[in-house]
């Protein structure tokens, strides 16, 4: 194997701890790795075939289809280089907070084929963030309360 060897390339994606997940044109899963499995509590052989509604909450799905049929259809989109902070959905129900970029996939002749997205789960941190927030937002009404 050397290093520019496919090999190395899908056991990078395979074994990466963030999601990586690839959706075609119409939003059907084609590519689901471990860091996927893990994050969102659905095996691959689960994902893939399926559409991203399996992880995008229900409230969420109308706007995010009309944002992946434009990309798809312009062949741009803004979160290449931004990050996008979005809930998404575990298999169990509950919530998460992701981070994500996307990169579009397209064919020989520039045509866009789909999207890929590395997604990192950061709902623990965006829960210490509240706290912190609630905790500060104490103090300082405390500290602005009149003394008796």
């Not at 229900?58 to 741009?76: C, D, I, N, P, S």
């Not at 789909?114 to 950061?122: E, Q, T």
Request: include cysteine; glycine fraction near 8%.
């Amino acid at each position: 194997m050397t290093w520019l060897d496919d090999r190395l390339y899908r056991q990078i994606v395979a074994e990466a701890p963030d999601a990586v997940i690839c959706a075609d044109r119409d939003g059907v899963i084609r590519l689901w790795n471990r860091g996927a499995e893990m994050m969102f509590g659905f095996a691959a052989a689960e994902a893939l075939g399926r559409t991203l509604d399996l992880i995008i909450p229900a409230k969420l799905r109308e706007r995010h289809w009309q944002g992946y049929r434009q990309v798809m259809a312009t062949g741009r989109t803004r979160y290449g280089r931004e990050l996008l902070a979005v809930p998404g959905m575990h298999r169990d129900g509950r919530t998460l907070s992701l981070e994500f970029s996307i990169s579009l996939i397209r064919d020989d002749r520039g045509e866009v084929l789909g999207a890929a997205a590395i997604l990192r789960d950061v709902t623990a941190r965006r829960e210490k963030e509240k706290e912190l927030r609630r905790r500060l937002a104490a103090c300082e009404a405390g500290a602005a309360a009149p003394k008796a």
